[in-house]
Nanobody, 116 residues
Framework: QVQLVESGGGLVQPGGSLRLSCAAS????????MGWYRQAPGKQRELVAA???????NYADSVKGRFTISRDNTKNTVSLQMNRLKPEDTAVYYC??????????WGQGTQVTVSS
């Protein structure tokens, strides 16, 4: 059984920073891609950033230059450093992994609110 434990969400003022972390455990033979998605009220879930097992990164245009994704393959963790946050970054952020022969698994989500 796979578990994803997310942490780091919260309330921050515009221009502030937050760091999200996600730790994967359980019956995972090899993790391919790891990523963060978000879903704002009334909107579809969207990709924020993803990183492959080889370290290739992909970002949504709206977060390029502000967010940085990283992973630790020895600990099966992925982090998202979010700087210069904007109110439009407010959403529930979800961790997702792709492992084994293309299986994927989602975390429960963590709320990020950017407001003064």
């Amino acid at each position: 059984q796979v578990q994803l434990v997310e942490s780091g969400g919260g309330l921050v003022q515009p221009g502030g920073s937050l760091r999200l972390s996600c730790a994967a455990s359980g019956s995972i033979f090899s993790i391919n891609a790891m990523g963060w998605y978000r879903q704002a009220p009334g909107k579809q879930r969207e990709l924020v950033a993803a990183i492959s097992s080889g370290g290739n990164r992909n970002y949504a245009d709206s977060v390029k230059g502000r967010f940085t994704i990283s992973r630790d393959n020895t600990k099966n963790t992925v982090s998202l450093q979010m700087n210069r946050l904007k109110p439009e970054d407010t959403a529930v952020y979800y961790c997702k992994i792709v492992y084994g022969l293309g299986f994927d698994y989602w975390g429960q989500g963590t709320q990020v609110t950017v407001s003064s």
